[in-house]
């Protein structure tokens, strides 16, 4: 478990391609942090982001956390595939935390594309259970989003800007 920087407590990259494979992030919190967080498991920006068949469980963002597991910044685009992603967290010490994958990627001709995935009870803060998309375009494919909670908006996705395309989820 990591416990060192506010950006990524478990990896920190970018700009450079990035291809995760198999792999178990877990436990990444950032403590005690009153300031904001982004990607308590993972933060990745400018570059193409390719994960597959691994498992996001228990990470935490803080503050205004974004991506209690990713945090996917500008320049980011990939896919997400056969990953599991259950029980984050926002300790928000009177803050607004914000999805359990937070998008900003710039502009919307960035795509994350999330195809067989489960996203279930995740606590991330305020808004977007699942997903926080402030820009870039998110296509989630043949996903279960399930029993995820925020206290205000967006129990699954928060659609704050960019564009969202879910097909049979």
């Not at 478990?10 to 792999?23: E, K, M, N, R, S």
């Not at 300031?35 to 963002?61: K, M, P």
């Not at 595939?81 to 935390?97: E, I, K, P, S, V």
């Amino acid at each position: 478990a990591g416990s060192v920087n506010s950006r990524g407590t478990g990896v920190y990259a970018t700009g450079t391609d990035l291809d995760i494979v198999a792999c178990l992030f877990t436990n990444n919190v950032k403590t005690p942090n009153r300031f904001t967080t982004y990607g308590g498991g993972l933060y990745f920006a400018d570059g193409l982001l390719t994960v597959s068949h691994t498992d996001f469980i228990a990470n935490e963002s803080s503050g205004s956390g974004r991506g209690a597991a990713i945090y996917l910044g500008d320049g980011a685009s990939g896919t997400l595939r056969n990953c599991l992603f259950r029980r984050h967290h926002c300790r928000d010490y009177g803050a607004a935390g914000q999805g359990t994958i937070y998008m900003d990627l710039g502009n919307s001709s960035r795509t994350v594309t999330v195809a067989s995935c489960t996203l279930a009870y995740n606590t991330p803060g305020d808004w977007g259970g699942a997903f926080y998309v402030a820009s870039g375009s998110l296509v989630v494919r043949n996903s279960i989003l399930w029993s995820n909670w925020v206290d205000l908006a967006g129990q699954e996705i928060y659609h704050a800007g960019g564009r969202v395309t879910v097909d049979y989820a």
